[in-house]
């Protein structure tokens, strides 16, 4: 197409080709810079406006001298330079000026005289306060809890509502959320037991798959298509109208809220078997004759020569069986007793923290960062497989 | 042990070989064993019978097709099947070889598995999963050495002149012993040993482990080819048999967790079935009629109620048609709201997830470079697991910090004509939005799928069409109008098809995303789904629920039915199923 042309109305048709091919990648990028950058955030660093993708820690200073430790510091609206928080209970009282003039000044909760006058209108008492060296009628809207300032660079202190300062922030990923959520918010067991499943049904897939395929592929039995045509019409099936026999079948073994009711009903795969037949079936049957002529069972000939020959459908069929067992939910939030530890699925324990009352935003951010990883790095290395064969198969 | 089993053991590594055995005339051994194996099919009598007594036991407190019925027809059939087996051994029928063979496969895997089921052995693969945890990092080491030696494999099969690879190997090797042994210490697995010493004296264990074992050596010495040319066993037989057998471990799982809880999820959705209570009664179709009913209504005034409807049905829907006022009523308000939303849904998410698949598959299919980088980046989110992206997307549409509101106000600030609402916008728990950011969610993760599923479709395109097409100078997008779509026929079928299914099944996501409870707000992001969920799981209303999976099910099948027609009818290229 137009991209293999040449001269000057093609370079610019390449160029918004691939902008726009860029955008695209962008859009889909962006939510997991978001995710990556959001697990490496304070809680407090989240929710500020406007959001940002640079995880940031408030600024402080130490200063033995000044006898400053790890203080904050932060930044006026209405102030220049940078000021360190020194005390954040400092008992403080917010007075109006008299006329509604001029804005409300903060000042310690003992400044300012009594003059004895009351406001007329509401009965207030009138203070004399000290506004920037003048003296200034005030009355006192309320007394509070505030910070007292100092600059940066030392100088005169100010008492502040410490609401009223933005604390300065800086470049500061908190690596921490990583350790904490694994293990404060059991997520390293739900990491272990997803791995036990994933692990045990891609195994047990690939086995039951290799068996069934080679029979449906190799030996012509009796019965056969009419098998494979039921094998066939059971992809159709939703796994929405198997949910309540199949949870029934599992409180008649015993088997809810245990790992095993994840395990064993899936190691069964149609579409695996289809997957390995249609593989089998491309292998030309003179290897196999060969070998059957040479005395060797079906068996021997099964697992020496044709699994071998077929690595490509089987590492299609793990990284399918994978991503499926890794990111299964439905069926884990059915069978599984969301308030038993012992048994939780990543997916499930993330689901709980991050759900409607979730308070640690940030380390469901670290969960769910440490979930997706093993999925897309397992599509990054097994793309070449599983592209092809999603193509040809359309599985979902 | 009896000679003719200990020969049948050692003969039969190479079942299918010529060994020199079969030359000779069946000896005394075989027959000696066949005698052994009548005897033994005269106990699978008796056993079967017991079973049949056994199964019958516990059996009459549940639904018809629970395990215990299931089992009661199994020991009828192989308590017949023994019996004709024991006769046909001993008169040499042509037949009874194979009834045998079948008979005392299955009675293995049964008997096995009702061991291991004693023995709570597949509880505790469950309990593995703490094992796993303790020792994690054993595991690691194990798992690094076996991906080494994967590696060095892969090196010494493209450079076999390197030297390294055999100590590499090596390396992993000892990587994956030392883990191994590390981990059987750390995951400490007596816990499980005294669990199955504490179930061996079990009379029945000890029964069913002797049926297993006499079973597995029936099935052995009967699978031998000695034995099967005294019963005269043709090759197609033989074929039959070892079909079977390959298939059987799959064919097992296939019934036993698919087939019938299948056929149970059928005859459930006929039975008011409540666990809270004891009520299982047949009630017929009612749990359909009362999914399905809805009832029209004129009605004068806009905001007439549940009185104008039959009794039962509850307010549907007001609509306004022609300036007459129409009140829609149903009896489950829930279900037909979810059939509602997940129409709009399907109207909304498919086209976004498929048409811009169409588009870019077209760019990047045009022999673009780093198109295969630009493909492996579309297609990371439907990858990357529907629990971690719903969770993205709830920061996302976050209504004060989020970034989807903060890129709106930018907009506006920049664009005169993007109007940004000066609050942030609640996406989620707003009525009106709440659906349509599903949709996004569910386009972004689909869209790049559904691109690799167009990429197939633009192999089979035949290039010689857009060269004659160049040659004539047909600009890019009457290309892509005239050749590229047409085409593309097949494969976009294949991509609305599938995206529909997927979309009818909508669940997690909501799950996550909608706020205050799962459909919520006020039942504006409800599927069937979850209504379905609610009915089984919260309302144990596990009759009606089943009633809801199956029309759901007649539903999605509709759009199964189109495809599989059209790939029958259409067997030509371009379609990528």
């Known amino acids: 197409m137009s991209v293999r042309r040449k001269g000057p109305r093609a370079t610019f048709v390449r160029v918004g080709t691939y902008a726009l091919l860029i955008a695209v990648a962008a859009l889909v990028v962006f939510p997991f810079i978001v995710a990556v950058s959001t697990s490496m955030k304070r809680n407090s660093d989240i929710f500020t406006y406007p959001p940002s993708l640079v995880p940031r820690a408030e600024v402080t200073v130490s200063d033995a001298e000044r006898a400053l430790d790890g203080n904050t510091v932060y930044d006026f609206a209405e102030r220049d330079g940078s000021w360190v928080l020194v005390d954040d209970d400092i008992p403080l009282a917010v007075f109006a000026p008299v006329g509604g003039q001029a804005d409300d000044v903060t000042l310690a909760a003992d400044a300012g005289e009594r003059t004895g006058d009351i406001m007329v209108v509401d009965g207030e008492d009138v203070f004399l306060i000290d506004v920037d060296g003048e003296a200034v009628e005030a009355t006192r809207v309320r007394l509070t809890v505030g910070g007292l300032f100092e600059p940066i660079d030392g100088g005169d202190q100010i008492v502040e509502l410490v609401s009223a300062a933005t604390p300065q922030r800086e470049f500061g990923p908190r690596f921490e959320n990583f350790p904490q959520v694994v293990n404060e918010k059991n997520l390293g067991r739900s990491l272990t037991n997803t791995l036990l499943v994933t692990i045990a049904v891609v195994i047990g897939q690939i086995v039951t798959s290799i068996l069934g395929g080679y029979a449906f592929a190799r030996i012509d039995f009796k019965g056969r298509d009419k098998i494979f045509m039921l094998y066939l019409g059971s992809v159709m099936i939703p796994f929405v109208v198997l949910i309540i026999p199949l949870f029934q079948l599992m409180l008649q073994l015993d088997w809810t809220d245990n790992l095993v009711a994840l395990i064993i009903p899936f190691v069964f795969s149609a579409y695996g078997t289809f997957l390995m037949r249609q593989f089998f079936l491309g292998i030309p049957s003179e290897i196999e004759e060969a070998a059957l002529l040479d005395g060797a069972s079906r068996w021997k000939i099964l697992w020496r020569v044709m699994v071998p020959l077929a690595r490509p459908a089987i590492a299609a069929l793990a990284t399918f069986g994978f991503l499926y067992a890794w990111n299964s939910f439905f069926w884990p939030l059915v069978i599984i007793n969301s308030g038993n530890p012992d048994n939780g699925l990543l997916t499930l324990t993330l689901a709980t923290l991050g759900g409607r009352s979730s308070t640690d935003t940030n380390l469901v951010f670290a969960g769910a960062v440490i979930a997706m990883t093993p999925p897309i790095l397992v599509f990054l290395f097994a793309q070449r497989y599983f592209v092809e064969n999603s193509a040809t198969s359309g599985l979902k | 042990m009896n000679p003719g089993v200990t020969m049948a053991f050692d003969a039969d590594h190479e079942i299918m070989a010529p060994t020199s055995a079969s030359e000779h005339e069946p000896t005394v051994a075989l027959h000696r064993g066949l005698t052994l194996v009548t005897l033994w099919h005269v106990l699978g009598v008796v056993a079967g019978a017991a079973m049949m007594l056994l199964a019958r036991r516990g059996g009459d407190q549940e639904?018809?097709?629970?395990?215990?019925?299931?089992?009661?027809?199994?020991?009828?059939?192989?308590?017949?099947?023994?019996?004709?087996?024991?006769?046909?051994?001993?008169?040499?029928?042509?037949?009874?070889?194979?009834?045998?063979?079948?008979?005392?496969?299955?009675?293995?895997?049964?008997?096995?598995?009702?061991?291991?089921?004693?023995?709570?052995?597949?509880?505790?693969?469950?309990?593995?999963?703490?094992?796993?945890?303790?020792?994690?990092?054993?595991?690691?080491?194990?798992?690094?050495?076996?991906?080494?030696?994967?590696?060095?494999?892969?090196?010494?099969?493209?450079?076999?002149?390197?030297?390294?690879?055999?100590?590499?190997?090596?390396?992993?090797?000892?990587?994956?012993?030392?883990?191994?042994?590390?981990?059987?210490?750390?995951?400490?697995?007596?816990?499980?040993?005294?669990?199955?010493?504490?179930?061996?004296?079990?009379?029945?264990?000890?029964?069913?482990?002797?049926?297993?074992?006499?079973?597995?050596?029936?099935?052995?010495?009967?699978?031998?080819?000695?034995?099967?040319?005294?019963?005269?066993?043709?090759?197609?037989?033989?074929?039959?048999?070892?079909?079977?057998?390959?298939?059987?471990?799959?064919?097992?799982?296939?019934?036993?967790?698919?087939?019938?809880?299948?056929?149970?999820?059928?005859?459930?959705?006929?039975?008011?079935?409540?666990?809270?209570?004891?009520?299982?009664?047949?009630?017929?179709?009612?749990?359909?009629?009362?999914?399905?009913?809805?009832?029209?209504?004129?009605?004068?005034?806009?905001?007439?109620?549940?009185?104008?409807?039959?009794?039962?049905?509850?307010?549907?829907?007001?609509?306004?048609?022609?300036?007459?006022?129409?009140?829609?009523?149903?009896?489950?308000?829930?279900?037909?709201?979810?059939?509602?939303?997940?129409?709009?849904?399907?109207?909304?998410?498919?086209?976004?997830?498929?048409?811009?698949?169409?588009?870019?598959?077209?760019?990047?299919?045009?022999?673009?470079?780093?198109?295969?980088?630009?493909?492996?980046?579309?297609?990371?989110?439907?990858?990357?697991?529907?629990?971690?992206?719903?969770?993205?997307?709830?920061?996302?549409?976050?209504?004060?910090?989020?970034?989807?509101?903060?890129?709106?106000?930018?907009?506006?600030?920049?664009?005169?004509?993007?109007?940004?609402?000066?609050?942030?916008?609640?996406?989620?728990?707003?009525?009106?939005?709440?659906?349509?950011?599903?949709?996004?969610?569910?386009?972004?993760?689909?869209?790049?799928?559904?691109?690799?599923l167009y990429l197939a479709g633009h192999q089979a395109i035949p290039k010689d069409l857009y060269e004659a097409a160049e040659i004539d100078g047909a600009r890019t997008w009457k290309i892509f109008r005239r050749i590229t779509v047409p085409q593309l026929r097949n494969t976009t079928f294949y991509v609305l098809i599938t995206t529909s299914i997927l979309a009818l099944q909508l669940f997690d996501i909501v799950w996550i995303l909608s706020t205050p409870q799962p459909g919520g707000p006020d039942n504006a992001t409800m599927t069937p789904v979850i209504a379905l969920y609610n009915e089984a799981f919260r309302n144990n209303n596990r009759g009606y629920a089943s009633a809801l999976a199956w029309v759901l099910f007649i539903i999605i099948f509709g759009f199964t039915f189109a495809q599989f027609r059209r790939d029958r009818d259409a067997a030509t290229p371009g379609g990528v199923s």
């Open chain 2, 63 to 452: 639904l018809p097709g629970t395990i215990g019925v299931a089992l009661q027809f199994f020991a009828i059939a192989a308590f017949a099947t023994h019996a004709y087996a024991a006769y046909g051994i001993r008169t040499r029928r042509h037949h009874a070889r194979s009834a045998s063979l079948v008979v005392n496969y299955l009675t293995f895997v049964v008997a096995a598995v009702a061991v291991l089921h004693q023995f709570g052995a597949f509880r505790a693969i469950g309990s593995l999963g703490e094992g796993l945890n303790k020792a994690f990092i054993p595991f690691l080491v194990a798992a690094i050495g076996l991906v080494w030696i994967l590696v060095a494999g892969q090196i010494s099969t493209s450079r076999p002149a390197a030297k390294s690879p055999p100590a590499l190997r090596r390396a992993g090797q000892v990587l994956v012993v030392v883990g191994s042994a590390w981990f059987v210490i750390a995951a400490d697995p007596t816990g499980m040993f005294s669990a199955i010493t504490d179930q061996i004296t079990s009379p029945l264990t000890l029964a069913s482990i002797g049926l297993a074992a006499g079973a597995l050596v029936a099935t052995r010495f009967m699978w031998h080819r000695d034995v099967g040319r005294l019963f005269g066993t043709t090759s197609s037989e033989e074929r039959t048999l070892s079909g079977l057998a390959f298939l059987s471990p799959n064919l097992i799982g296939f019934l036993f967790f698919f087939a019938g809880p299948l056929v149970f999820s059928l005859i459930v959705s006929f039975f008011d079935w409540k666990t809270t209570g004891t009520s299982r009664s047949f009630v017929g179709i009612d749990n359909y009629v009362e999914a399905l009913s809805i009832d029209f209504a004129s009605s004068a005034s806009a905001n007439a109620g549940v009185e104008a409807l039959k009794p039962g049905y509850q307010v549907l829907m007001h609509l306004d048609w022609f300036g007459q006022n129409w009140l829609i009523g149903a009896r489950d308000v829930t279900f037909w709201l979810s059939l509602r939303n997940i129409i709009v849904f399907l109207v909304l998410a498919v086209p976004l997830s498929v048409l811009p698949a169409l588009g870019l598959s077209s760019i990047l299919a045009s022999e673009l470079p780093r198109a295969k980088i630009f493909r492996a980046i579309y297609f990371v989110p439907s990858v990357a697991g529907v629990i971690g992206v719903a969770i993205i997307w709830g920061q996302m549409f976050q209504s004060t910090v989020g970034w989807i509101n903060y890129i709106i106000k930018r907009a506006g600030d920049i664009l005169p004509f993007v109007d940004a609402p000066s609050e942030g916008h609640p996406w989620l728990s707003s009525n009106s939005t709440a659906l349509l950011a599903m949709v996004i969610v569910f386009a972004w993760m689909n869209f790049g799928f559904n691109t690799v």
